[in-house]
Structures are given as structure tokens and as C-alpha cells.
């Protein structure tokens, strides 16, 4: 199909209600008209993680505020959309079925084509939308909900060559932020303390490392940092600012060295494929992290793939990633109807095992 695409996304799935337009000529990039998106930290932030009743009512308020603010930005009406496309899954059940819900009634009261989008198909598919790159390229999707491998082979073709067996390493850095009483999200904090920090002071590990493939576990991590601050509580009676700063050193570097490792693995499965342009490209909230971001070029580099980071806006959750998804899948025959369910799990590979472990997102897809 060969004609100009507008479509209105949207994205409930876990703690942001997003909607976005996108629109694209045919031969070239995506273009973002509008992109809302509305967080719920405060709403959660005395709970110490998300409160999927609280998230879900609160999606429900906000999706038809975020869908007109969305068309009035892109100054467009529903009649000028081709499709309307929705996070369908995976994701908190109930964050997904308001999206879901919403996007049903829209598609019927406006007559719009309806499009159910994999949430992790929408992080996967946007180095398209930013660079318009070609297929296969290798993705690492790292964030508080996922964390895997993934071989973009097409629109619908995804193999995944590893992924956490526990704790995604956003949820990592966000529990290693409430061990050592640093604010949350935990990544930032942790960035910010571990620059005057000496990681080589504590002997934390790099789980996994020891045995062959692309799987990935944080768990043991957040134990022995655990471990390690309960010592010198012990010794001393409570941390130093130093002990604080070294102690988030140490975890980051752990975190950058087994992130690197297997990086580096996949991206020997990948380069053996003989991709004509190869990409490795991240996505998700950790993506943000500078001392990860910078190994992870260097490892991309040395495997003489191109290295791309989406703009951190378009790396964590939101709409325009969706829409994108949309796009690709309408241009391809793909449509859904009143059928369409929300599902709380997902898996992108169908054929890869499932794998253990629940993160803020639930059950890992
Ligand atoms: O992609 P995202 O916004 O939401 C989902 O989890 O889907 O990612 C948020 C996660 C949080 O766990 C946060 O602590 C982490 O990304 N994060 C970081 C940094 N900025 C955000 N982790 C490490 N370093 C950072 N600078
Ligand atoms: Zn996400």
C-alpha cells in the first residue's frame, strides 16, 4: 500500500497514559505530529511501585484527555485518521483494557480501522520510526519492565536470544536506590551518587556470566549490594556518604559489565547472520543511563555494528510508538476487530520458553 498514513496511537499499559499521531509519506520516515503523555508518579510514589488498581482508574480518567490533546496538537480531527492503534498487551490487565476499551469505541464511533499493537513490538519497531533502518537489527530492550534481546527480522518477526531470568535492571537500580535511601526511580539517583564513587571498593557480581548464551539475572546483585551495606551498618552504624557513593559505583559497574558481556554475545549470533547494515540499537528507561550507553557503543562498534539510542522521550513509554506500529502493521494487511482482547502476557517470540520471574510489569514477556 503505497499512500500517506495518519494514525492515532495509544498506550495504557503499565504507568503512563500516552496518545500520539503519527503520520507517514510513503518511502519515508515516520513524523510525529503529537506525542501527550501523562505519568503517574505521584499517584504511586507512597507505595514504594505501581498500584495496578490505582494505575487503571487513573488510565481510565485520563485516555480520552490524552487522545484530544493528541489530535488538537497534531491539529487534526478523528476524520482525518486512517486507524486507530492500542497497546493491546502485555502489560498491567487492567492499564491495558482502558486503552483497549477506549480505542474500541473510538474505531466504532468514528469508523476507524482497529489495530492491536504488542506493547514491546512498539519499543522493538521505533529505531524504524526515528532512522527508518532496514530489518534484521539487533535490539536490547532495558528497562523497569523488560529486559531481552531481540533479532527484529520483520514487522511480526521477532526472535528473542535471551532475556532476564528475574529482575529487569531498571527494577535493579530502583531497588538499589531504596537499600541504600535514595529517591526513586532508582536509575537516576544511582547515576548521580556513583560519579564520586570507587567502584572496585566492593566485590559485587556479574550473575550469569559464567555460563554460555544471552540470559540475564539481577537478582544476586540486589542481594550481595544488600549484603554489602548490612555489613558496614554493622560495623559503623550506618552508611557514610562515601560508603553510598561506592557502593552505587560498584552496582552500576556490575550492572554495565553484564549488560556489555552479553551485548557482546548477541551481537557475535547476530553478526553472523551477515546483515548488510548492521544496527544494534537500545530502548527503555536504563537506555538513558551514560556509563551504560557508552560501553554499549564501544561494544557495538567493535562488533562493526552502528549503534542507535532513540531519544529518551521516544526510549521510555509512550503513544507514537505505538501509532508507529500501527503504520507498519496496517501498511502490511493488519487488522483487528471487536474481538480484540487485552492480554496481560504477550511474548513477542512465541517459540522462546517462557521466562521466569515478574517484574513491575508482571509476568516477563
Ligand atoms: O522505560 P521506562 O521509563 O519504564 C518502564 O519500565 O517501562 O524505564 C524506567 C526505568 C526505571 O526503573 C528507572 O530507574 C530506569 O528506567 N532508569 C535508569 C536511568 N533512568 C531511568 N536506570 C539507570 N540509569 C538511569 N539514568
Ligand atoms: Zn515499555
Not at 46 to 52: C, M
Not at 73 to 90: I, K, N, R, Y
Not at 175 to 195: C, D, I, M, T, W
Not at 342 to 360: K, Q, V
Request: hydrophobic residues 45%; glycine residues 12%; contains cysteine.
Amino acid at each position: 500500500m503505497d499512500r500517506t498514513l495518519i494514525i492515532l496511537g495509544i498506550e495504557s499499559s503499565c504507568d503512563d497514559t500516552a496518545a500520539a499521531v503519527v503520520r507517514q509519506r510513503p518511502g519515508q520516515r515516520g513524523e510525529i505530529l503529537s506525542s501527550v503523555v501523562f505519568g503517574q508518579g505521584d499517584l504511586h510514589a507512597a507505595f514504594g511501585g505501581i498500584v495496578p488498581e490505582i494505575a487503571a482508574r487513573a488510565h481510565a480518567e485520563k485516555l480520552d484527555i490524552a487522545v484530544e490533546q493528541a489530535l488538537t496538537e497534531a491539529d487534526m480531527a478523528l476524520s482525518d485518521m486512517d486507524a486507530v492503534a492500542v497497546t493491546a498487551g502485555p502489560g498491567l490487565i487492567g492499564g491495558v483494557l482502558s486503552g483497549v476499551m477506549c480505542a474500541k469505541g473510538i474505531a466504532a464511533g468514528a469508523r476507524l480501522p482497529l489495530i492491536g499493537v504488542n506493547h514491546l513490538a512498539g519499543h522493538a519497531l521505533t529505531p524504524r520510526l526515528i532512522d527508518g533502518i532496514a530489518f534484521p537489527y539487533l535490539m536490547l530492550l532495558v528497562s523497569g519492565g523488560h529486559c531481552q534481546f531481540l533479532l527484529v527480522r520483520g514487522v511480526d518477526s521477532f526472535l528473542r536470544l535471551g532475556g532476564t531470568i528475574d529482575d529487569a535492571p531498571g527494577e535493579a537500580f530502583d531497588k538499589a536506590a531504596r537499600l541504600l535511601g535514595l529517591p526513586q526511580p532508582g536509575g537516576p539517583s544511582v547515576e548521580r551518587e556513583a560519579r564520586g564513587g570507587e567502584a572496585r571498593r566492593f566485590a559485587l557480581p556479574r550473575p550469569l556470566l559464567d555460563r554460555p548464551g544471552c540470559d540475564l539475572s539481577f537478582s544476586g546483585l540486589k542481594t550481595a549490594l544488600l549484603r554489602a551495606r548490612n555489613r558496614l551498618v554493622e560495623a559503623q552504624g550506618g552508611l557514610r556518604h562515601q560508603d553510598r557513593a561506592d557502593l552505587c559505583a560498584g552496582f552500576q559497574a556490575a550492572v554495565v559489565d553484564v549488560l556489555a558481556e552479553k551485548s557482546r554475545r548477541a551481537l557475535g549470533e547476530y553478526m553472523a547472520l551477515g546483515p548488510a547494515e548492521p544496527v544494534f540499537a537500545v530502548a527503555g528507561g536504563v537506555a538513558a543511563n551514560k556509563a551504560i550507553r557508552t560501553e554499549l557503543e564501544t561494544v557495538s562498534q567493535e562488533a562493526g555494528a552502528r549503534f542507535l539510542a532513540p531519544p529518551i522521550a521516544l526510549c521510555t513509554d509512550n503513544a507514537a510508538m505505538i501509532a508507529w506500529a500501527g503504520i507498519e502493521r496496517y501498511r502490511q494487511g493488519g487488522r483487528d476487530d471487536m474481538s480484540l482482547a487485552a492480554r496481560p502476557r504477550w511474548p513477542l517470540d512465541s517459540r522462546s520458553p517462557a521466562l521466569l520471574g515478574s517484574g513491575r510489569k508482571g509476568a516477563k514477556a
